[in-house]
């Protein structure tokens, strides 16, 4: 018995030393695999659905995919630290379904980012685990989004409460949705209408839509109003947005105001003071909206932009980011903006003596802008030899309009009395703004001023004459903020 013991124990430790053995292997693999694959994409629909605790809903909104999409696609749930079993049922699913299991203290737009990012389709699907999808769904919200080439999100009509895309329906049990929608989900493009806003509950977009526009912002308080502001971006860069009305999803409203149904974007749902406080991060960072998107020059090439290329560029969020402004990727490595490119630094220098943050974007928005490469010349004589050209190191110039009818001028010398100052420019109507050589640039609004770390530069006043001498170009909004590694 006792040899038998010892066997038993022995054998045992030999199984589970092999059990890790296997596992690290596994993992080694894995990550080379997943190093080889990334930034490859197939051809169809990446179905993102972020989920928080809702077993129920998002079991059977899978199903629901599974019956009724034929299109090639993939399914990615972000799940944020459910305890009602998904991460099992997730496991199980590990064949038909791509997951990602994070904490339970991640934000929930910090899930969706991450489901953006893993997705590999040219074109991807956002889905709130409310939504029922029914037959010929994608087909027909394909078919709207793929009708014009300046079409980058499309949305469906359905019945839940979502403003221009509720319709009435005449069914009442949610199993006679489905009968309903083989016979209104029939192609049909006179059905199909511009609008300038969608709901979030589900949206089509274009791969390239959200390599020009960026992630959504986590600053945001809920996803109605993170959904609104990355719609905004994508208006300011000129991409067009559709219902397809003969696309029908069904959208379940039983327990739609508890849990994760965050991607609604109506205003009905939350307490008055949540909503306050949404909508106050929403107009710090965006300030008069209808005056923004009234604007002729937010879709204007800066002068620089094309003295620099001879052509237009690739509009971006990133366009509307400060020249010369130093920014960091999610690899640590620091950058500087110039029009239309963006440039490695090897150390990062101080602008005007002082020490300058570089600030965080997304890899999205870093390759949304051409790396220039390594400047050389060759020199000619009896050998070639390649002399490396140091390219001009051009910082923010700020400016504001002189305060009229003060004797004295403020004290801008530190970034404590510039930041307070910058505060006041804004509560008394008036704005800051980067020059350039005959051109300006609003900074949207303080929050925007701020987020470029606008305090670390000088800051000249101009006269009113000076100022409005130079050419007003398009605006200069905050970057979203991240809080994962994106």
Known sequence: MKRLSIRRKHSKRLGK????????????QGSRFGQASFGKVFEGVSIIIPSCNQLHRLRACIHRIEEHTSYPHEIIVVDSGSTDGTRTYLLRKSIAVRYALLKKDVHMLSSLNQGLMMAKGTTIAVLDPHVMVTPGWLNRLLECLDSDPRLGVVGPVTNGPFGAQQIEVPYINENEAFPFAKTYNISNPAAWRETESLAGFCLLLRRETLEKTGY????????????EDWLLRVRLLGIRMAIAGDAFIHYTKSDRDTAYAFLQSTGK??????????RSFFVQKWGDINKLLHSQKIGAAKPDEQLTSGKERRVSAASFYPVGALVQGPSGAVFRLEPGRRRFLHRVRAAGGEYVTPVRISQ???LALPLVPKPEVMVS????VPVVVPPEEPIPVLAACKPENMPMLPTLNTPAQRKQWIEVLYAEGRQLYQIGNNWKRPFLTP???????????????LSPGDLSALVEERPIIAPPVLHGHL
């Open 216 to 227: 959504w912002d986590e600053g945001c308080h809920s996803g109605q109003e993170a959904a």
């Open 17 to 28: 030393k092999g059990y890790w053995a296997g596992y690290k292997r596994g993992q080694e």
């Open 381 to 384: 004589g009896d050998t070639e």
């Open 447 to 461: 929050y925007a001023a701020m987020s470029w770390r606008a305090a670390d530069y000088r800051i000249q006043l």
């Open 364 to 366: 999205l928005d870093l």
């Open 269 to 278: 749902s939350g307490s008055m003071e949540e909503n306050s406080q949404n």
